[in-house]
């Protein structure tokens, strides 16, 4: 089993829809829990990051954590076609200079 | 925002040569860069963990006689592909922890052997 799975989709939705991305990971170690946003031929993006349980939202963005069932996820509101990238997933064990282990990356296409 | 910059965006070059990428923090201090590598439609690969004023750490895998590592200063890492081919064409990434769990990436650098 991996240690973090991510489905790669592709997913493509209507432009206004809500999107529900998704990971599970295995090592109940990993703390800390990021969501990156890369667009073609570009270098991830940080969107969001958390160390806790719950939910957290920044404006059309909210990510939310379950550590009991360790699974993460980052909710998309209103979706935009410029929102239209892989998204990853990204998780490390505590904080500090730690690597960090990256899901596969799901590729979203948000329809006009 | 952290801004991180790498140079160049965009390099060919001949089998047997050597390329240089810089990674740059522009607004912060990062004593550890990392480098990465992602193939098309892939996820990223840690190459390697980079630490100011001390020898990088390799992944597993990785030849760290070909894929040369230097961290300068606080805010320049440098990678250096050495002897390169085909093979190593690839899209390479740097990322700049600013502390905590905040990695910051790099635009990255697209490499071309001929």
């Known amino acids: 089993q991996k240690e973090v799975e991510q489905d790669p989709g592709p997913l493509s939705v209507p432009e206004g829809a809500i999107v529900s991305l998704n990971c599970t990971y295995s090592?109940?170690?990993?703390?800390?829990f990021m969501w990156y946003r890369q667009y073609s031929r570009k270098g991830p993006e940080l969107l969001m990051y958390?160390?806790?349980?719950g939910n957290k939202e920044d404006g059309r963005f909210t990510a939310q954590v379950d550590k009991s069932s360790k699974y993460i996820s980052l909710f998309i509101r209103d979706s935009q076609p410029s929102d239209s990238a892989t998204y990853l997933c990204?998780?490390?064990?505590?904080?500090?200079?730690?690597?960090?282990?990256f899901g596969k990356g799901t590729k979203l296409t948000v329809n006009p | 925002g952290a801004v991180v910059s790498q140079h160049p965006s965009w390099v060919i070059c001949k089998s047997g040569t050597s390329v240089k990428i810089e990674c740059r923090s522009l607004?912060?201090?990062?004593?550890?860069m990392f480098w990465y590598r992602q193939f098309p439609k892939q996820s990223l690969m840690l190459m390697a963990t980079?630490?100011?004023?001390?020898?990088?750490?390799?992944e597993q895998g990785v030849e760290k006689d070909k894929f040369l590592i230097n961290h300068a200063s606080l805010t320049l890492s440098t990678l250096t592909v050495t002897s390169a081919h085909p093979e190593d064409s690839s899209f390479y990434i740097c990322?700049?922890?600013?502390?905590?769990?905040?990695?910051?990436f790099g635009p990255g650098t697209r490499l071309t052997v001929t």
């Open positions: 990204a998780l490390c064990t505590q904080g500090g200079s730690e690597k960090l282990v």
């Open positions: 980079s630490n100011e004023g001390s020898k990088a750490t390799y």
């Open positions: 607004d912060f201090q990062a004593t550890t």
């Open positions: 990322s700049a922890d600013r502390g905590a769990y905040e990695q910051y």
């Open positions: 958390t160390y806790s349980s």
């Open positions: 090592n109940s170690a990993f703390q800390y």
